[in-house]
């Protein structure tokens, strides 16, 4: 079975400081990767995708992808309070027009002031 | 301006009782999809279609139907209602890109069986 693997924290860390936030998959032909937050009670929302190797900056946030390790990982640089959320993880997994993507648990992240 | 609108966005239903969640998108994506959220279970997906005439399940289907009226359109039953299906529900869609293909998600509709 495909998976997609996150800690499921939670993670603590204090205002100001990098949080990093892990991803692994089992499904080496995937293609597509994207993070999405999802504060308490809401949807999830799209943060970022990336879908080569290297890494991708957005602002505070940049995504890393290392597909010879099957790992996607988040960066969260000068975190704020508003950061605490979960993450979600998802990849993109099957080929062709026959893709879904397919969700990590989640990662519990909490920025204490 | 919602792209992707649920109907309602909660409900408290007893134990065999039919409850049907609506779904609707303005972002003319051909893609939608049903899932159900629980603490620590992160999503499940429960069906899926690609197209008005192309339905598929998911992880979880059983006890759950769906029918897609329309492109913009897609609603999920549940035909006798029982407490374990007590969740965070959310629509989401996406595109027929090659590249990105991001689902957008609806503002979810919590049931709760009783």
């Known amino acids: 079975q495909k998976e997609v693997e996150q800690n499921s924290g939670p993670l603590s860390v204090p205002e100001g400081a990098i949080a990093s936030l892990n991803c692994t998959y089992s499904?080496?032909?995937?293609?597509?990767f994207f993070w999405y937050r999802q504060y308490s009670g809401k949807s999830p929302e799209l943060i970022m995708f990336i879908y080569s190797n290297g890494d991708k900056e957005d602002g505070r946030f940049t995504a890393q992808l290392n597909k010879a390790s099957q790992y996607v990982s988040l960066l969260i640089r000068d975190s704020q309070p508003s950061d605490s959320a979960t993450y979600l993880c998802?990849?993109?997994?099957?080929?062709?027009?026959?893709?879904?993507?397919?969700f990590g648990k989640g990662t519990l992240l909490t920025v204490n002031p | 301006d919602a792209d992707v609108t649920q109907t309602p966005r909660n409900r408290i239903t007893k134990t065999g009782k039919r409850i049907m969640l609506e779904c609707s998108q303005t972002k003319g994506h051909d893609r939608m999809y049903w899932y159900r959220q629980d603490p620590g279970l992160g999503l499940q997906l429960i069906y899926y279609s690609f197209d008005v005439k192309d339905i598929n399940k998911g992880e979880i289907s059983d006890g759950y139907s769906v029918s897609r009226q329309a492109q913009a359109k897609f609603s999920l039953s549940l035909e006798s209602a029982i407490p374990n299906q007590t969740a965070l529900y959310f629509c989401a869609t996406s595109g027929t890109g090659v590249v990105n293909n991001e689902q957008f998600f609806g503002p979810g509709t919590r049931l709760t069986v009783l």
């Open positions: 998802a990849v993109k997994m099957g080929g062709g027009s026959n893709y879904k993507l397919t």
């Open positions: 499904d080496r032909g995937s293609q597509s």
